[in-house]
């Protein structure tokens, strides 16, 4: 995994049926060819300018080379005297050949192809890691080791057309100045190196100004990285979402308010900057009843930068309806690969069937990780259900998403994903066999014993599906999805007591997840422990206020029990998160007749 960019020229060669691997590469570490692709014709060129060269010389502009990082020449950068900044004298071109190369290393991303060509766009042969739990903070600051690329793509100056090249000489691998001369290439050093700017006269060393626009993290406990998003600091943000702050990053002993408070009187209270995103993005990570509107409001915004739309739209998956399907369609059309993965990936959880229609031209679409993803998500329309016009162009896509799973076969991650596949297809041998590879490369990996023992669901062999999720669950650190899938296989198994141990012990194990609880709870009903079960919702309800399977069992149970006047207050706190929803307008006026007259139906 490492020596993709730690070498040059890497071909993993990774033979499944003998679990053997014969990698090759062309150079043990980062060489010409790892930037520039492959060299031979440019060696061509080179001779060719000798005079002795018998084929005589070699006009050719490109000098051999498969690309031109060119995108910096003929650019005349002019500081405007009002602002300080400088700006370009033409737009930026979409695809900046040098960010999505320099991408290939500096990016959070899976390899899915080994025939990466220099200039193209990442994702032709990557999957990029868009802004998602865990790796970013919420306003698209970095958490997890994220490295550059999707902090980059999320600023300002990227916007405006600057490139890694600009700050960074990647022969030297130096700074193009140094310190703060890197940043006044652009912003004039009389407005921005002075302490009206920075606040900060009597800092020991200076402050620069990576000290407050590239907060500085350290992962692996050696690698320290700047955040390359170049944000204005918000420590407001942190007051209200808690996220973090280069304010508070030094000022460790004070609060966030106490930044907020400074930051406002020195500079005002209107301190958006460039990223707008935070709310949508926290919204929808904490399942508040707003996340679809905000998240639609970010992926409908021409200024947002196209890898916070992208995320976005992967964001409203779960929020997919026939009020926000436009934002995919629209989506597709991006010129951004990246956005048009993010619409795919919010019509996840629409039939296949259903979203044909709409998905299926990009089946030959000109980037590779877009017809993958088409092909996943249509792989369960069988083929005689397919437009004769589209099977071809399905079965080149397919044959490209099964090549990228083979190729990571060493992967139990992969081997999973290719299962699913299969079994979607209606390939249930195949799919089997996928699932038990991932388990044997990795006992422990809970998602392909989840979907093994839900392959024998579907065929009625329930028994070894209880077989597998036991043995993984031996082999594993606690997982709140395999005791969860186990507590379903027992349910199915008729055994009662065991499934809501498991089921209790999900919930437990990962009270986040509101689907573990509300399922432990409707077993605990069925049980006739209503008491318990109705416990049960009340504290996850606690937790995730505005849970709308949480709130209608509430609403259920209660009127079950002829507690009208609970039921019509958990209705109504349903109602405000999902304002004119005909159904539960409906329901609401029911409740209050039945309060009125409990006799009422």
């Known amino acids: 995994m490492c020596a993709e960019c730690h070498s040059t020229g890497v071909r993993k060669n990774y033979d499944a049926a003998n679990d053997r691997f014969a990698s090759t590469w062309t150079e043990i570490s980062v060489g010409c060819e790892s930037c520039h692709g492959q060299g031979s014709r440019h060696v061509a060129w080179a001779r060719a300018q000798q005079s002795w060269w018998p084929l005589g010389k070699d006009d050719d502009p490109k000098k051999g080379l498969i690309v031109r990082f060119d995108e910096r020449r003929d650019i005349v950068w002019r500081r405007d005297p009002k602002t300080g900044n400088a700006a370009r004298n033409f737009p930026p071109a979409l695809l900046r050949k040098e960010v999505e190369t320099c991408g290939l290393c500096h990016a959070r991303r899976g390899e899915f192809s080994e025939d990466w060509i220099p ?23 970095m958490r997890d080791e994220v490295y550059n690329y999707g902090s980059f793509k999320q600023r300002k100056m990227f916007a405006a057309g600057v490139t890694c090249g600009d700050c960074h000489e990647p022969h030297a691998a130096k700074l193009r100045a140094p310190g703060d001369g890197v940043c006044m290439q652009c912003h004039a050093a009389e407005k921005y190196a002075t302490a009206a700017h920075h606040r900060h006269e009597s800092a020991s060393p200076p402050l620069a100004c990576a000290s407050c626009h590239m907060p500085e993290r350290t992962y692996m406990v050696v690698d320290r990285r700047h955040d390359h998003s170049f944000r204005v600091p918000r420590p407001d943000l942190s007051v209200k979402l808690g996220t973090p702050n280069a304010c508070n990053d030094c000022h460790a002993d004070k609060s966030a308010q106490w930044a907020a408070s400074a930051v406002e009187t020195w500079h005002g209270a209107n301190r958006k900057g460039w990223q707008k995103y935070a709310e949508a993005f926290h919204s929808a990570w904490t399942g508040q009843a707003d996340a679809a509107a905000l998240l639609g409001v970010v992926a409908t915004d021409p200024n947002a930068p196209a890898f916070a739309r992208a995320s976005a739209l992967t964001e409203l998956a779960p929020y997919v309806s026939p009020a926000n399907i436009n934002l995919a ?15 795919l990936d919010m019509l996840a959880n629409v039939s296949a069937t259903q979203i044909w229609p709409l998905v299926s031209p990009l089946l030959a679409d000109s980037n590779r990780g877009v017809r993958i993803r088409v092909a996943a998500l249509l792989a369960a329309v069988p083929t005689a259900s397919q437009p004769p016009a589209d099977r071809e ?16 076969a060493d992967r139990p991650e992969a081997r999973s994903t290719l299962g699913n596949f299969l079994a979607r297809r209606g390939l249930l041998s195949d799919a089997e066999i996928e699932y038990k590879a991932a388990l044997r490369l990795s006992p422990q990996y809970g998602p392909a014993a989840i979907n093994l023992a839900d392959l024998y669901r579907q065929l009625g062999r329930d028994g070894d599906g209880e077989t597998v999720l036991r043995a993984t669950i031996a082999a594993s650190p606690p997982d709140a999805g395999l005791h969860h899938a186990l ?12 499934s809501l141990g498991e089921l209790r012990r999900a919930a437990e ?4 997840r509101t689907r573990y609880a509300y399922v432990y709870a409707v077993g605990l009903h069925s049980a006739g422990q209503v008491d318990d079960a109705m416990a049960v919702l009340k504290a996850s309800l606690a ?59």
């Open 119 to 141: 200039g193209r766009w990442l994702s032709d042969t990557h999957l990029v890691s868009p802004l998602a739990r865990g790796l970013y903070e919420a306003d698209g600051q």
């Open 329 to 343: 369609r629209s989506a597709l059309a991006d010129p951004d690969p990246m956005v048009r993965i993010g619409a």
């Open 393 to 408: 162009p399905f079965e080149r896509a397919a044959a490209e998403f099964v090549a990228a799973q083979r190729l990571n």
């Open 487 to 498: 507590g379903l296989t027992l349910t199915r198994l008729k055994r009662r007591e065991e």
């Open 509 to 512: 194990l990962d009270p986040d």
């Open 543 to 601: 937790r995730h206020p505005t849970d709308r399977d949480t709130l209608l069992a509430l609403v259920s149970y209660s009127r079950d029990a002829g507690d009208f006047g609970t039921a019509l207050n958990y209705a109504e706190q349903l109602a405000r998160g999902a304002p004119g929803e005909p159904g539960l307008t409906a329901l609401i006026e029911n409740l209050r007749r039945q309060l009125k007259n409990p006799d009422a139906r």
